[in-house]
């Protein structure tokens, strides 16, 4: 009957680790690209530790843009984000490469993005 029972509890334990794997999904290392992408510029850019490369993109105003974003720096997260053009934050994980489907605004100008997690690494966009 003990036997039985403290089978039961290591049933119940492993079940419980199982089940509450901390909610979070796993990291896909490099996604696919995103239904809608069709015509859209592709924007290559690439994190290092230091910086982001390239640092300055030309983008048409209203067009569709096809980010491919690779993190490069084997220890840090980093992210895109640019208030100012409605560019929400698109965070890619060390080693990881994620393609990110974004519409310019309509507006023209030069407009400042980068790592909100490394304000150091900075670029910008150029709106024709």
Known sequence: ???AFLVIILVIIALSSVACGGGQAPVVMDEPVPAGAEGAKI?????SSADITPD???IKAGEKVLFVIK???KQD???LVGTDIGLKEILVKPGQTVRRLWTAPA?????PSGCT???EI???FNLQ
Do not use: C, Q, W, Y
């Open 117 to 119: 997690i490394h304000p």
């Open 56 to 58: 300055k993109v030309s």
């Open 43 to 47: 924007v290559e850019l690439t994190f």
């Open 122 to 124: 900075r670029m910008k």
């Open 107 to 111: 507006k023209t100008g030069e407009f």
């Open 1 to 3: 009957m003990r036997a």
């Open 77 to 79: 997260d980093h992210n």
């Open 71 to 73: 993190n490069t720096d």
